[in-house]
């Protein structure tokens, strides 16, 4: 028999859930992923490979030409199988949890096919991205005259009142850390560890972040976000929790705290969560924000869905001032040496010396003489 690409026939589990970001959080290694998800971002490439799943069947486009979006790359590289734009029905063909076939470009299901969709490997995504390239000054203009229309309307973000919640934690004057699960967010949490541990700022999760940040054997003072990208361990670990809450009040993820028994403060503000994030610290008094994963090219906010950035743009403009990117703190940042760490230094310098001096006759010759000469000039017999 004869098969596209993937010769060998791939069975396993199907899991299935229209937002990826859900899906990762219960998907097995070993699994078929079966999404709805145009344009797979990195973040999400970088999720489901590490779950070390067999395939991901799309009924979308894994790349639709718009932009150079990452994820399918990543996950090809990782070895995983990617189906593409998978006719819609399939969803009404499965339940979670049962098994499946894929064999080339097919789907099938105790033997029979339920879906066709195109094979995507390292070419066609090479194709693609390409192709993608082209079109990125078209979606560039698009991008900037909606930031702009949308920079009018939400401009009250930093012009009107911000409504501050009451914290049991003080900001003033205080480093603060707000770290979102965005791009490059492990290596930058690495190459600043040695300053989070000596300095002790404030640590600001944004939803997907505080378990970027309990990953890392660290605990987030602060919990803010519509609590769509988090977990509950996560939730259970942060001091306080902040639920943003759009401007007319509605907060989806309300009465997911509520179930947990969590105690929370809502904050209605306009905007993405880590822009409240960010206008919370600096409104708070913080002396220095260190920005880590956060948002900040259009690439980032169409990964997201998102078709301008007004709301970042003004509130990077009004916290400026204050505000640093984690990269740019691991090269200002020389870390002090510590007590314990000298003498630690001076204990392994001084190791080889002493087994030198107890082990060597003529390092021994050397003392002995010299303690002589000692005795001598002292005027000892």
């Not at 995507?120 to 991008?143: H, P, T």
């Not at 977990?231 to 639920?243: C, T």
């Not at 002995?368 to 017999?381: D, I, K, M, P």
């Amino acid at each position: 028999m004869f098969f596209l690409k993937n010769e060998c026939p791939l069975r396993g589990k199907v899991r299935l859930d229209k937002k990826t970001k859900s899906l990762i959080k219960r998907i097995n290694p070993g699994e078929i992923a079966l999404i709805d998800h145009e344009n797979v971002d990195e973040i999400a490439g970088y999720d489901l490979a590490e779950r070390k799943i067999k395939a991901v069947i799309n009924i979308n486009s894994f790349i639709s030409g718009k932009y150079p979006n990452t994820g399918p790359e990543i996950l090809v590289n990782s070895g995983i199988t990617l189906l593409d734009q998978v006719r819609e029905d399939i969803w009404d063909e499965v339940k979670d949890g049962e098994e499946i076939e894929i064999k080339g470009d097919k789907v099938f299901k105790n033997g029979r096919e339920i879906g066709r969709g195109e094979i995507l490997g390292k070419k066609e995504i090479k194709e693609k991205l390409e192709l993608s390239y082209e079109n990125i000054n078209r979606e560039l203009d698009r991008f900037v005259q909606n930031t702009m229309e949308y920079a009018c309307k939400e401009k009250d973000i930093i012009t009107g009142k911000f409504p501050l919640p009451y914290l049991d934690i003080s900001l003033k004057g205080k480093h603060v850390l707000v770290v979102v699960r965005g791009q490059n967010y492990r290596e930058d949490l690495i190459t600043i560890l040695p300053y989070i541990r000596e300095i002790r700022p404030v640590i600001i999760g944004v939803d997907g972040g505080a378990d970027a940040v309990k990953d890392f054997g660290l605990k987030p003072h602060l919990i803010i976000g519509d609590m769509d990208s988090i977990s509950d361990e996560a939730l259970i670990s942060g001091e306080e929790i902040i639920i943003h809450a759009y401007p007319d009040g509605r907060a989806p993820g309300l009465e997911r705290i509520k179930k947990l028994g969590l105690k929370y403060k809502l904050l209605p503000a306009p905007g993405t969560s880590e822009d409240v994030a960010l206008l919370l610290a600096y409104e708070m008094g913080a002396g220095l924000i260190i920005a880590l994963g956060t948002h900040s090219s259009m690439i980032d906010f169409l990964d997201k869905g998102r078709k301008g950035m007004a709301s970042t743009f003004l509130v990077r403009l009004k916290v400026g001032s204050r505000l640093v990117d984690a990269r740019g703190v691991s090269q200002l940042y020389q870390g002090k040496l510590s007590p314990s760490l000298l003498a630690g230094l001076f204990l392994a310098a001084f190791i080889p010396i002493f087994l030198l001096i107890l082990f060597s006759p003529t390092i021994q010759h050397i003392f002995h003489l010299l303690f002589l000469r000692v005795r001598l000039s002292l005027g000892g017999g």
